[in-house]
T-cell receptor
Framework: KQEVTQIPAALSVPEGENLVLNCSFT??????LQWFRQDPGKGLTSLLL?????REQTSGRLNASLDKSSGRSTLYIAASQPGDSATYLC?????????????FGAGTQVVVTP | DVKVTQSSRYLVKRTGEKVFLECVQD?????MFWYRQDPGLGLRLIYF???????EKGDIPEGYSVSREKKERFSLILESASTNQTSMYLC?????????????FGSGTRLTVV
């Protein structure tokens, strides 16, 4: 059974510092991996999707890497801002799943202090 | 701007009531999903649908049912609401296989059962 883990559960950094968020998974037979952002009391916003054949994806200040063989993905957020404060979740879709179901990590809660 | 719309942001219902949570997407996506999110437990899949009138149980289907009469609409039904169903409910959709476009989530419905 796939297990998705995000460590740390919470993180506080001063504004301007780079953020590094980690996601690990136990079964490397993934179809893709996605990173989401969730603001308090809100739904999830998709940030980046990495196909299993890709090594990384970039969008603005965000960069996500994927190392399938070691079961890890890292989300980098450059030059953090207070508006980056949110919970970040990673999720994987398995190759054995035909319907696109995702398995989520528990998330990392990020606070960026001014 | 593509959207998944959940009809209510907040709901308060009484124990034993039949509760309907509605979700509509405008992206012509084949797949739709209902998750619940609880502190410490993360997101758990309740039901999903891969086509009109087709449905599959997720990880925690007990006490719930679903309806998908039209491609754009996916309803979650709590047959007889109980206090342990107090939670944040999130609807999502994806294109078939979830490969190209990832997931789009609604804003969530915070349900309180009293």
């Amino acid at each position: 059974k796939q297990e998705v883990t995000q460590i740390p559960a919470a993180l506080s950094v001063p504004e301007g510092e780079n953020l590094v968020l980690n996601c690990s998974f136990t079964d490397s037979a993934i179809y893709n991996l996605q990173w989401f952002r969730q603001d308090p009391g809100k739904g999830l916003t998709s940030l980046l999707l990495i196909q299993s054949s890709q090594r990384e994806q970039t969008s603005g200040r965000l960069n996500a890497s994927l190392d399938k063989s070691s079961g890890r993905s890292t989300l980098y957020i450059a030059a953090s801002q207070p508006g980056d404060s949110a919970t970040y979740l990673c999720a994987v879709q398995m190759t054995t799943d035909s319907w696109g179901k995702l398995q989520f990590g528990a998330g990392t809660q990020v606070v960026v202090t001014p | 701007d593509v959207k998944v719309t959940q009809s209510s942001r907040y709901l308060v219902k009484r124990t034993g009531e039949k509760v309907f949570l509605e979700c509509v997407q405008d992206m012509d996506h084949e797949n739709m999903f209902w998750y619940r999110q609880d502190p410490g437990l993360g997101l758990r899949l309740i039901y999903f649908s891969y086509d009109v009138k087709m449905k599959e149980k997720g990880d925690i289907p007990e006490g719930y049912s679903v309806s998908r009469e039209k491609k754009e609409r996916f309803s979650l039904i709590l047959e007889s609401a109980s206090t342990n169903q107090t939670s944040m409910y999130l609807c999502a959709s994806s294109s078939s296989g979830g490969a190209d476009y990832g997931y789009t989530f609604g804003s969530g419905t915070r349900l309180t059962v009293v």
